[in-house]
């Protein structure tokens, strides 16, 4: 089945360090990919999505290209800040119809030192 | 913006009581909301699929007379643990699918509850 594997944490940083963030995932089909946010105690938000081949995902000075050929979809930024510390997640969504669920990765913990 | 308001965010619980987490997608119409379950540290779960005036469509290894989904309106699904036990202490969250006819344009994230049964 569609599973998405993203490298594990947790990983723990200085203050404007370069991040990244491996996600590589397994589908059938052509699936739209995404990569979520979570804060302490609270729910899910969308960082970035791509929904096909060589799209390039942005916010917030976060980057991620979607890369068929290598099924990959890792997460970038140039210069990492304190806020930034937080669980991210890497998501698929196969199809245009039916349910459309998000498959998750497990999630990676990221923590900024200042 | 979409938002959609999860309440409870914090809950503690007896042994064997009930308890109920609405999910209300506020300023959107919701024809699919879906419950998740995250144990500490680890990612989401999907538990159910929560579609307006029909039955839930639950995961496999999900009990569907525990965990109760009900989603009556286009803007509030429901989620009631019964009979909770302590195993049932957990993270949920809900989400919530937001689509004009058949495009779909995304989804919308609850805050999360926190249920403690103790």
């Known amino acids: 089945g569609d599973s998405v594997t993203q490298m594990e944490g947790p990983v723990t940083l200085s203050e404007e360090a370069f991040l990244t963030i491996n996600c590589t995932y397994t589908a059938t089909g052509y699936p739209s990919l995404f990569w979520y946010v979570q804060y302490p105690g609270e729910g899910l938000q969308l960082l970035l999505k791509a929904t096909k081949a060589d799209d390039k995902g942005s916010n917030k000075g976060f980057e991620a290209t979607y890369r068929k050929e290598t099924t990959s979809f890792h997460l970038e930024k140039g210069s990492v800040q304190v806020s930034d510390s937080a669980v991210y997640f890497c998501a698929l969504r196969m199809g245009l119809s039916g349910a459309q669920k998000l498959v998750f990765g497990q999630g990676t913990r990221l923590t900024i030192n200042p | 913006g979409a938002v959609v308001s999860q309440h409870p965010s914090r809950v503690i619980c007896k042994s064997g009581t009930s308890v109920k987490i609405e999910c209300r997608s506020l300023d959107f119409q919701a024809t699919t909301m879906f419950w998740y379950r995250q144990f500490p540290k680890q990612s989401l779960m999907l538990m159910a699929t929560s579609n307006e005036g029909s039955k839930a469509t639950y995961e496999q290894g999900v009990e569907k007379d525990k965990f109760l989904i009900n989603h009556a309106s286009l803007t509030l699904s429901t989620l009631t643990v019964t009979s909770a036990h302590p195993e049932d202490s957990s993270f949920y969250i809900c989400?919530?699918?937001?689509?004009?006819?058949?495009?779909?344009?995304?989804?919308?994230f609850g805050s999360g509850t926190r249920l403690t049964v103790v």
């Open positions: 989400s919530a699918r937001k689509a004009d006819r058949e495009y779909f344009l995304g989804y919308t």
